[in-house]
């Protein structure tokens, strides 16, 4: 029997046969409030909406088995660091990170592991799949969280962990001291799930010189270089784990042509740099652009991503809020718990359209 609670309810996610709701699904969209999927602004995921470009992929990539080219991993080696880490470390690609998620509660010793309340919703699904135990800690903020996890590990350090640094929808981030105070604390994995890092890497634990052996760490490729369809997610961590990881995953895990793409991505810095300033400069912009309607709205909370950014809203806003953007074609993501409805919407590439969107909001809020 699981030992599993949920602390935080979250109202659209699924009991253990449904699928998992995320946010990109377009189609269902368009099947419950209408209209075709070009008409809605997607501001529902955490995906950069300026994709690295993706030019023609050669034959070669298509015809071939697709064996770990070595340009690819050098381009990976060359992006990710992993050449500082210690020699008991290793690394896998795989095609995305949540292939590795699933298999994780049955690869990892037995014992129970502590999620994060607001966090990428299938780690509680895995495990909860895997008949292995879970439980929640608080994680709408950085002071609670620790407080939290400090006396759980000093209650019981037979437990694993994951951090999703930064969290996805709530924004918090921990210093990698931090986390390596908890890795040591810890009779069991610390699995830090870094996909939304790559807007700030000096904040990735990879930067470090040396590393415990009981850290996971999971970089996904889709988020920052707003390639998701592509499915490439990479994985550090001890030697064992990595070995029956990679064995479980099996032969060719990372298609021909994404390693082509990939790579591209990669290894052009000069684009990164273009876009950790172009998404810095287009979140500024959409703060502003939403502060009024936020101060209107008397928000209590609220947290921002490179990518995305999040607030709390009481349940009768959230509904509010949830009618017109469906009128309006602009696809949001909600959760609804006892605090309220969490609203995340990603970074905006149209600003115009959402300049007309909180124009609306705020009219409808002042009649109110
Ligand atoms: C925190 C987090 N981890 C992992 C994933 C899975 O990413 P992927 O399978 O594309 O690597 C997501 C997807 O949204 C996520 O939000």
């Given at each position: 029997m699981s030992e599993s609670r949920a602390a935080f309810d979250q109202g659209t996610e699924p009991s253990s046969?449904?699928?998992?709701?995320?946010?990109?699904?377009?189609?269902?969209?368009?099947?419950?409030?209408?209209g075709s999927p070009a008409d809605w602004?997607?501001?529902?995921?955490?995906?950069?909406?300026?994709?690295?470009?993706?030019?023609?992929?050669?034959?070669?990539?298509?015809?071939?088995?697709?064996?770990?080219?070595?340009?690819?991993?050098?381009?990976?080696?060359?992006?990710?660091r992993p050449s500082l880490l210690p020699d008991s470390y290793s690394m896998l690609a795989c095609s995305g990170s949540q292939a590795l998620i699933a298999l994780l509660p049955y690869l990892l010793k037995a014992q129970p592991i502590l999620l994060p309340e607001l966090g990428y919703q299938e780690y509680q699904r895995?495990?909860?799949?895997?008949?292995?135990?879970?439980?929640?800690?608080?994680?709408?903020?950085e002071p609670s969280a620790a407080l939290h996890l400090d006396q759980q590990l000093a209650l019981n350090p037979r437990q694993h962990l994951?951090?999703?640094?930064?969290?996805?929808?709530?924004g918090i981030l921990f210093s990698q001291q931090q986390v390596l105070n908890w890795a040591a604390a810890l009779d069991g994995t610390l699995i830090v799930d870094e996909a939304f890092i790559d807007q700030r890497p000096e904040q990735s634990m990879l930067n470090l010189a040396s590393l415990p052996n009981n850290l996971l760490l999971l970089r996904s490729f889709g988020k920052f270089f707003g390639l998701a369809g592509l499915r490439l997610a990479f994985a550090f961590g001890s030697q064992p784990l990595i070995n029956r990881l990679q064995q479980h995953l099996g032969s060719w895990p990372v298609n021909g042509p994404s390693q082509w793409l990939a790579k591209q991505g990669l290894q052009d810095q000069e684009w990164q740099q273009q876009q950790r300033q172009r998404h810095q400069h287009q979140m500024q912009a959409q703060q502003q652009l939403l502060a009024p309607l936020l101060r209107a709205w008397q928000v209590s909370w609220q947290q921002q991503q490179g990518l995305f950014c999040s607030w709390l809203l009481t349940p009768k806003l959230g509904k509010e809020l949830a009618e017109l953007a469906a009128k309006e074609r602009i696809l949001?993501?909600?959760?609804?718990?006892?605090?309220?409805?969490?609203?995340?919407?990603?970074?905006?590439?149209?600003?115009?359209?959402?300049?007309?969107?909180?124009?609306?909001l705020l009219s409808a809020h002042s009649q109110d």
């Open positions: 046969d449904e699928q998992i709701a995320h946010g990109g699904n377009l189609a269902q969209a368009c099947q419950q409030w209408g602004l997607d501001l529902s995921t955490g995906l950069s909406p300026y994709p690295y470009p993706v030019s023609e992929v050669p034959s070669h990539c298509w015809q071939a088995l697709p064996y770990l080219q070595a340009d690819f991993l050098a381009a990976t080696q060359r992006y990710y895995a495990w909860q799949l895997a008949g292995q135990p879970w439980r929640q800690y608080p994680s709408w903020d994951l951090l999703i640094q930064p969290n996805n929808p709530s949001l993501r909600y959760w609804h718990g006892p605090k309220g409805t969490l609203v995340r919407m990603g970074l905006c590439a149209d600003l115009p359209r959402l300049a007309t969107f909180t124009a609306k």
